[in-house]
């Protein structure tokens, strides 16, 4: 049996080990590549050429969401599993319009992971089992937002918010801006003010909505 190619892109070091120990105890596997950033997931990615890419949603330079389009593009035999720890269905859409195969949670990795490996290798798509429910209410139409017109968001609160729908943390904001994560923190609240955005899947949806998760032209 011709073993099914596996690379693996994502920033927590513990759960690399724990998914690469998963997959190097299976024996219809084979990891072909790692690495703990978009770009240089990106560059395995392409250079490896494996069946499956399983990527982080939230990684430090780029949302997995972007590496999936940029993957697909540059390498469009490749399939894509996202695996993350966000369970709101304004995720999903946006994930499996990107062009990934599988949304996989990363508290079902241990019991699911190689079945949703499995179910894209035959070219289906997996939804993990908690979520599958939700995804049915993901359809475009539900991502509009009503929301509170407080005033046009300034392009540092603009920035914030297009990261946080991206799916990126506090932390990895004030990074890639430069800022402290208390001002993040600051420009994320005051956006959400403006605009009536009560949690992170508004933020998604409001992001949907304006573009901001669209590929880029």
Do not use: F
Request: net charge neutral; hydrophobic share 40%; aromatic share 4%.
């Amino acid at each position: 049996m011709t073993p099914i190619r596996i690379s693996l892109v994502d920033d927590h070091p513990v759960v690399l080990a724990g998914i690469r120990a998963l997959l190097q105890a299976a024996p219809e596997v084979e990891l072909v590549g790692e690495a703990s950033t978009g770009a240089t997931g990106l560059k395995i990615i392409c250079e490896c050429s494996p069946d499956i890419a399983v990527i982080d949603l939230s990684l430090p330079d780029m949302s997995g969401i972007e590496l999936t389009r940029k993957a697909l593009k540059r390498c469009p035999g490749v399939k894509i599993i996202v695996l993350t720890v966000h369970e709101d269905r304004a995720y999903i859409h946006p994930v499996l319009e990107a062009g990934a195969r599988g949304y996989l949670l990363k508290r079902s990795a241990a019991d699911e992971l190689l079945r949703a490996i499995r179910i894209v290798k035959q070219g289906d798509t997996y939804l993990d089992p908690a979520i599958a429910e939700k995804a049915s209410m993901a359809a475009p139409h539900s991502y509009a937002v009503a929301g509170n017109d407080g005033g046009e968001l300034s392009r540092r609160e603009e920035d914030v918010l297009k990261l946080v729908a991206q799916g990126l943390s506090n932390k990895q904001i004030a990074g890639q801006l430069e800022v402290s994560i208390k001002t993040v923190e600051t420009y994320k609240s005051r956006a959400s003010e403006k605009k009536g955005l009560r949690s992170r899947a508004d933020i998604v949806r409001y992001g949907v909505q304006h573009g901001w998760l669209a590929a880029p032209n």
